[in-house]
């Protein structure tokens, strides 16, 4: 449809893909042909002469007149204000490439350690997506320069405000991103974009205070409180009652291997991630006292059993967790190990107190057993010959 509040120029995708729509009847859902036309239409508007301008084309050098816009830079136009709550493809593609690093930038923590071609798919990915955004943020960076040569003035002041806001934003996610994948998170970002991108004064911050921050929030059906995105961490006194929930929502196939001896866990932490009025189940923790384990449920801890019988290791712990870099917290998993390592352990039987715990890791788990390292888990050598499973250890 037209926007009646915009000039003839800006209107001009807008008039093309209407009359597309009305005449066409094999219209394509997808809009990509009539964007197509309208992108040329667009091109052609951008070269001819403001109404009522004493300008032509021929007032203007060879360099700005080879230095405008492109078929390329009109289609990256469209794309950014493609329709009311929309975006064109390769927009939609950019957020959801940001989103994806921003959720996962846990996977890049010391990525670089990794030998070459040995870093897992997912950080493979992370640096794609972060490519992505990086072209793009570069695309619009040269739109925002050769729009000022066209030759339709007005079309060009038009823009370039809508652009230039764009352009400022973008640039600020490139850099975090660039921070987070090559710079480690050093040195401590301490600046954000101008507030010729970034709204300030009253309205900047009520507008950071409102409370639907994202389409993905509507249609808004209740208040809008300060734990509506919140990962919680909640021990379990019954944890029969959720093992239905957690097995549809996990789908982890060794979840499901220990679901006969779930029960028999001395501790049992559950992850519930909070989106508005939705509560999801998106992890487990759970943890077994090996005095007390006799064994008889499950292969992988029965072979436990028997490298902890007489030594010092008095737990026996397992995560479950999908979605592993979006949730592998320090802040969240830390003061969880302290409080299951810092509780009174039996004492051995040479009298010495067992202070510590193994913790069991599917070998594909690649980022869970970096972090684990991190947070001073190490391998345990020599470790049971349980295939697909690596132990590690931590001393309290």
């Not at 992890?283 to 490298?307: H, P």
């Not at 007489?310 to 949730?327: A, M, N, Q, R, V």
């Amino acid at each position: 449809m037209t926007n009646p509040n915009c000039e003839y120029s800006l209107n001009t995708p807008a008039f093309v893909t209407l009359a597309e729509w009305i005449n066409n009847p094999d219209w394509d859902p997808s809009g990509i042909p009539a964007h197509e036309m309208a992108v040329k239409e667009l091109l052609s508007e951008s070269n001819l002469p403001s109404p009522g301008s004493n300008s032509s084309p021929t007032n203007r050098n060879a360099d700005e007149a080879s230095d405008g816009l492109d078929e390329h830079d009109i289609d990256l136009i469209c794309q950014m204000f493609w329709l009311p709550y929309s975006h064109g493809p390769k927009m939609t593609e950019l957020i959801e490439s940001f989103k994806y690093c921003k959720e996962n930038a846990a996977s890049m923590v010391n990525w670089k350690e990794w030998e070459p071609g040995q870093q897992p798919d997912l950080v493979d990915a992370w640096i794609d997506k972060a490519m992505y955004v990086h072209k793009i943020t570069k695309q619009v960076g040269k739109v925002c320069e050769r729009l000022m040569n066209i030759e339709n003035r007005d079309l060009a002041y038009d823009l370039t405000v809508y652009i230039n806001n764009v352009r400022c934003i973008l640039s600020a996610c490139n850099a975090y991103l660039k921070w987070v994948g090559l710079r480690n998170c050093s040195p401590p970002i301490k600046h954000g974009p101008t507030l010729s991108g970034l709204a300030g004064g009253l309205a900047g911050d009520l507008l950071r205070l409102y409370p639907i921050q994202s389409q993905d929030m509507l249609p808004l059906k209740r208040y809008v409180s300060g734990t509506d995105n919140t990962v919680l961490v909640l021990p379990v006194r019954n944890l029969q009652k959720v093992i239905p929930q957690l097995t549809d929502s996990l789908q982890l196939t060794d979840f499901k291997d220990y679901s006969t001896c779930l029960s028999s866990a001395q501790q049992s932490f559950v992850f519930k991630h909070k989106v508005g009025n939705v509560t999801k189940h998106v992890g487990l923790l759970s943890v077994w006292m090996l005095d007390n384990y006799n064994g008889e449920q499950n292969a992988v801890l029965t072979k436990i059993l028997q490298i902890s019988n007489g030594s010092k290791y008095s737990k026996f712990i397992k995560i479950f967790l999908p979605d592993e870099t979006k949730y592998l917290d320090s802040d969240i998993f830390d003061p969880i190990f302290d409080c299951i390592g810092s509780e009174d352990p039996p004492e051995a039987q040479g009298g010495d107190p067992r202070s510590s715990v193994l913790l069991g890791v599917l070998e594909k788990n690649e980022f869970l057993l970096r972090f684990l390292r991190l947070s001073g888990f190490s391998v345990l050598e020599p470790g049971p010959c349980i295939p697909g499973l690596i132990v590690m250890t931590k001393q309290f």
